[in-house]
């Protein structure tokens, strides 16, 4: 098997060459294209082209998966995927393939996206649905990890492997060094060797950090580990992650606010100079609003300003955004070539809604969802790894 060209460009040639090979399917340059725009009008983090080709590669695995099953999708279906993905724009499906339809991409690259999707779901549920059973005791546990209030602090390490393209062979050797490494010695030495965060030098060492300041998935993984322990491999954009536990306290006092966080990212030009021009703007800026007056002759997706609550943040950004201060930033980060200068505007407690009841069964719901997600995502890699992908 062979990992999907990186290399490949928007429409070049003729834009119905294939451009991989899937078993017996091929993808054409005409639909790397289009998903390659579809990406990047939706604003996904990562390289677009990357995007797009993993995209269509699952695509391709999932309709194999579709036919052996005999799975076919309805028109109702379809549209009703489309239309509910329109609305997280706060569009309908019209108004949706409208906006696309501007930005150079297809309406049915949209519903092939939609229906790929779908059909994937189907699939997962079928297959792992009957075998995965929610208990009350995990209803329970959830409610308890979720209503803690008591803040945690932890002494984290960190080897943060830079993924170009097909993340099998970073996941395999972050595997490999959560089997042999038993020191803190031994991670240090393979931080240095292997870990693109500006931590490598420290041997991974991170500073104290708040369980309220990381994500919750990663607070659950590191605080089933005993100190020394190393945990399982974290997919991060652009990256495979894994955490060594050095420590772990308890401040009964403090209580753990649901926290929302605004943070700003301004993208520069990945050069020899970027740090030097990152420590220049962070001295010429006090606030994230700053950055506005730098972006003025910019193209639009140079800067984004966004709040969200710690959950909804992706996780690279999160570890990035709990070891800095408001006003403080990051250059650790890069986006599709460019480096990322990320500043933290405000972190504030989230309002709790008063007299909400816990509903046990969207709680099974979730839980569900989160366990058919970890089946989906180690079904897909055997699948990858049992095809046969080549460049034609």
Known sequence: MSSFPASATLAQGSPFAPVLKINDSVITQYELDQRARFVMLLRIPGDPIEGA??????????????????????????????????????????EFVAAITQGGVDPETFRDFVANGLLWRELVRGKFG???????????????????RTAMQLLLSEIVIPVEGDPEDEIALANQLRREITTESGFAAAARRYSASPSAGRGGRMEWVSTTQIPPQLVQLVLALAPGQVSQPVQLPNAVAIFQLRDVTEDLRTEAPLLNVEYAQFLMPNTEDVFADAEALGNRIDTCKDLWAEARDLPEDHLVIEKKSLEETPKDIALELAQLDVGEHSVALTRGGNRVFLMLCSREPRPEEEGAELNREAIRAQLQSQELE???????EELRSEAIIEQP
Do not use: H, Y
Not at 68 to 93: C, D, H, V, W, Y
Not at 132 to 148: F, M, N, Q
């Open 130 to 148: 009957p075998t995965v059973t929610i208990s009350e005791t995990d209803i329970d546990r959830a409610i308890a990890l979720g209503t803690r």
């Open 53 to 94: 080709m993993k995209g269509l590669t699952q695509d391709r695995l999932a309709a194999e998966q579709a036919k052996k099953f005999g799975l076919r999708l309805t028109p109702e279906q379809i549209n009703a995927g489309m239309t509910e993905f329109a609305s997280r724009a706060n569009l309908s499906a019209e």
């Open 374 to 380: 970890a089946q989906a995502g180690v079904w897909l």
